[in-house]
């Protein structure tokens, strides 16, 4: 018995056995395919119903020890009808929604940027900046001009949205948020 006991001894004072190390390497195999293969099934996404979307990224930089700064940069509204046929999106309401005021201001003119890209204001605060534009086809994007909020040093982070609605009942919006 004292043999087996040295035996053991002598395996667990060399690290991993060679049986361990090829179960690891055959548990990785799969792990490796599912983390490779999960990217690509991200990026297409099926729509079930009408939904006018909002393409592009919402990023922050800074901490309260520095001046921030939050950009929305390289997007558009896109409209997909989830194949319902000649069921356009409705007239789109575009909300940019800032709910840290007044420590967070708008960079800027959005307002002549968006206007210049086909979309009118509706309304334009500290709080909320409202666009609308008239309604699109099925697969059909309106340009969404780059939009920047800065915030001094000391500042909270941001609580800013991007909210998209329609006018129509049977079309859903999907927008963009940073918190």
Same mark, same amino acid.
């Given at each position: ?19 361990? $190390? ?11 395919? %599912? ?10 996404? !099926? ?21 921030? /700064?939050?950009?929305? =940069?390289? *997007?558009?509204?896109? @409209? ?11 007239? %789109? ?17 959005? !307002?002549?940027? @968006?206007?210049?890209? *086909? ?10 900046? !409202?666009? +609308?534009?008239?309604? +699109? ?8 001009? /780059?939009? $920047? ?5 000391? =500042? ?5 949205? %991007?909210?998209? /609605?329609?006018?129509?009942?049977? $079309? ?8």
């Amino acid at each position: 018995m004292s043999e087996i006991a040295n035996i053991n001894d002598a395996e667990s004072a060399r690290g991993l056995t060679r049986r361990q $190390v090829t179960l690891g390497a055959a548990w990785s195999v799969p792990v490796v395919a %599912i983390a490779v293969a999960t990217p690509l099934a991200a990026a297409s996404v !099926v729509f079930d119903s009408p939904t006018a979307f909002v393409t592009g990224t919402l990023t922050a930089t800074g901490t309260n020890q520095t001046a921030r /700064s939050a950009t929305y =940069s390289g *997007g558009a509204l896109t @409209y997909n009808s989830a194949g319902v046929p000649g069921l356009n999106s409705g007239n %789109i309401t575009l909300s940019f929604l800032n709910n840290r005021t007044p420590s967070w201001t708008l960079s800027g003119d959005i !307002v002549t940027a @968006y206007q210049n890209a *086909g979309w009118t204001l509706v309304s334009s605060s500290a709080a909320a900046t !409202v666009f +609308i534009h008239s309604a +699109i086809n099925n697969g059909q994007s309106v340009t969404m001009p /780059s939009v $920047v909020w800065n915030a001094p040093i000391g =500042s909270s982070k941001p609580l800013l949205t %991007i909210q998209v /609605s329609s006018d129509s009942d049977d $079309v859903s919006g999907l927008g963009l948020f940073l918190n």
